[in-house]
């Protein structure tokens, strides 16, 4: 199908992190876009978002062409997901129902609807890849090892998305963010957000052991620039691309941003690895990022300095 000037994007988890910050991205460069999210909230953490929001559930097939009826889609982008480990582990099948069953739904639909799906990903489909050398990965490494339930469920949401590629010539788009930081930030808690709030807080975060604990982080606004770029891109060669912030860094490097961010901050990190995060996400390499250079033209535009700067003045201004 192709766009013309009544047609809008959708973007389901519209409401959340990236769908909305999304959402504003492609707003701000003219595009018409619906959000589209079973539990709506406030989009008021991002100034000047202005689209219809509709109550949907990517659960239910349903739900997609329902909205399709009252805003005609030109294009998706499916941001719509349960985005967390614990979360997922807190309620396997529920999660399920969202990661795997709802997109396959948007597959369908955007396959019965001849429309083009962008569909985030993850990193977390590497496993522990490259766990000691941190070499970058690229996109068509296999991983060697999966353990945790939302790797699992993004990787069969791409496996899904892969197959109508392939089969039904689903015009399609995969693109695997690491772990996504920033203003909005309410249901997953990482290591950016855990350490920025206790000290937005004013309250003391000590960490015996968890300093040398590598992070690959990608702020929202860079990933959002990614969703733009690949919305205009329309020939690309390749289906996978990988969206960070382009290096590995360290707990105590955002520890150190953070206390750079908000002065007086009382922050104390040990050295070693951070035991909850190792039990429930593997350490493994940044992503390469070649392919989104050269096809999508990506390059990351926030420091973890700028991000975390951004992220701290949001929370302040709301405390």
Same mark, same amino acid.
């Given at each position: 199908?192709?766009?013309?000037?009544?047609?809008?994007?959708?973007v389901?988890g519209?409401t959340?992190?990236?769908?909305?910050?999304?959402?504003?991205?492609?707003?701000?460069?003219?595009?018409?876009?619906?959000?589209?999210?079973?539990?709506?909230?406030?989009?008021?953490?991002?100034?000047?978002l202005?689209a219809?929001?509709?109550?949907?559930?990517?659960?239910?097939?349903?739900?997609?062409f329902?909205v399709d009826?009252?805003?005609?889609?030109?294009?998706?982008?499916?941001?719509?997901a349960?985005?967390?480990?614990?979360?997922?582990?807190? %309620?396997?099948?529920?999660?399920?129902?969202?990661?795997v069953k709802?997109?396959?739904?948007?597959?369908?639909?955007?396959?019965?609807?001849?429309?083009?799906?962008?569909y985030v990903?993850s990193?977390?489909?590497?496993g522990d890849?490259h766990?000691? =050398?941190? =070499?970058?990965?690229?996109?068509?490494?296999?991983?060697?090892?999966?353990?945790?339930?939302?790797a699992?469920?993004?990787?069969m949401g791409?496996?899904?998305?892969?197959?109508?590629?392939?089969?039904?010539?689903?015009?399609?788009v995969?693109?695997?963010?690491?772990?996504?930081? *920033?203003?909005?930030?309410?249901?997953?808690?990482?290591?950016?957000?855990i350490?920025?709030?206790?000290?937005?807080?004013?309250?003391?975060?000590?960490?015996?052991?968890?300093? %040398?604990?590598?992070?690959?982080?990608?702020?929202?606004?860079?990933?959002?620039?990614?969703?733009?770029?690949?919305?205009r891109?329309?020939?690309?060669?390749?289906?996978?691309?990988?969206?960070?912030? *382009?290096?590995?860094? =360290?707990v105590?490097?955002?520890a150190?941003?953070?206390?750079e961010?908000?002065p007086?901050?009382?922050?104390?990190?040990?050295p070693?690895?951070?035991?909850?995060?190792?039990?429930?996400?593997?350490?493994?390499?940044?992503?390469?990022? =070649?392919?989104?250079r050269?096809?999508?033209?990506?390059?990351?535009?926030?420091?973890l300095?700028? *991000?975390?700067?951004e992220f701290a003045?949001?929370l302040?201004?709301?405390s």
């Amino acid at each position: 199908m192709t766009r013309d000037s009544g047609s809008f994007i959708l973007v389901t988890g519209g409401t959340g992190l990236v769908g909305a910050h999304a959402a504003k991205r492609l707003i701000e460069e003219g595009l018409k876009v619906v959000l589209f999210d079973l539990s709506p909230r406030p989009t008021d953490f991002i100034e000047g978002l202005d689209a219809p929001v509709v109550k949907g559930d990517v659960r239910q097939l349903e739900d997609l062409f329902e909205v399709d009826r009252q805003y005609p889609i030109s294009e998706v982008v499916h941001a719509a997901a349960v985005p967390s480990e614990s979360a997922c582990r807190n %309620d396997p099948a529920a999660s399920f129902e969202v990661n795997v069953k709802g997109t396959l739904n948007v597959s369908e639909f955007s396959r019965m609807r001849g429309l083009r799906m962008i569909y985030v990903s993850s990193q977390a489909v590497y496993g522990d890849l490259h766990h000691e =050398t941190f =070499t970058p990965i690229m996109e068509e490494e296999s991983p060697q090892l999966i353990s945790g339930i939302y790797a699992s469920q993004k990787l069969m949401g791409e496996i899904i998305v892969r197959s109508y590629y392939r089969i039904y010539g689903l015009a399609a788009v995969i693109l695997r963010p690491s772990w996504v930081y *920033g203003p909005g930030q309410r249901t997953v808690q990482n290591p950016v957000s855990i350490i920025l709030e206790n000290a937005v807080k004013k309250k003391p975060f000590i960490l015996k052991e968890g300093g %040398d604990h590598p992070l690959n982080l990608t702020y929202v606004k860079d990933l959002a620039e990614a969703i733009l770029l690949s919305t205009r891109n329309k020939n690309l060669r390749h289906l996978v691309f990988n969206i960070d912030g *382009g290096r590995l860094v =360290t707990v105590r490097d955002v520890a150190e941003a953070v206390k750079e961010a908000v002065p007086g901050a009382e922050i104390e990190v040990g050295p070693g690895y951070w035991p909850v995060l190792c039990e429930q996400s593997p350490v493994r390499g940044a992503g390469d990022l =070649t392919l989104a250079r050269v096809e999508l033209g990506f390059t990351p535009k926030f420091s973890l300095s700028q *991000g975390v700067k951004e992220f701290a003045q949001y929370l302040v201004a709301r405390s």
